[in-house]
């Protein structure tokens, strides 16, 4: 696979300009910033979160970690992290572990981090561990057209 059907149905449907590119297979997106020479804070990573019944994607910089309680509290609503096969469940042309961090072709809500946003240039899993989908930052912006933004993370390191 290179990238998921769905994604890759859900850019052309809008036009969305972006390159694949390959690299030698990496289990964590902070690992495919490595494998493909790029700066962590620009591969997007999503991190799937249940809220109630419903279903929510974080998204942030893999050189980033999630602040789960500063995201409770910028959205007012618990939240947990979904459940591996909750995950599987949702994005089920994805490889296990490689979720691109688009949940809108996929019907789940969408919360960018700022610091995502200032990014000129994204990277992110294209659904397997060997290709990640580059593109500029405005077109990742519409990739998420009803995103919600706010600060929820902090580097790791």
Known sequence: MTIAPTLHRYMADRGIQYDLIPH??????????????????????????????????????????????DLKTELGQELRLASEDEIVQVFRDCDRGAI????????????????????????????????????????FARLNPQAQHGSFSEPKY
Do not use: N, W
């Not at 490595?34 to 999503?46: L, T």
């Not at 688009?102 to 561990?129: K, L, N």
């Open 24 to 69: 030698e297979p990496a289990m964590t997106s902070l690992g495919a910033a490595h494998a493909g020479h790029i700066p962590s804070d620009r591969v997007a990573k999503g991190v799937m979160l249940s809220k109630g019944q419903d279903y929510m994607l974080a998204v942030m910089p893999a050189s980033h970690h999630l602040r789960l309680s």
């Open 100 to 139: 691109p961090p688009v949940g809108s072709c996929y019907g789940i809500d969408v919360i960018i981090d700022d610091d995502m946003d200032r990014q000129q240039d994204v990277y992110f899993e294209a659904g397997d561990h060997a290709t990640l989908v580059h593109m500029k930052g405005d077109e």
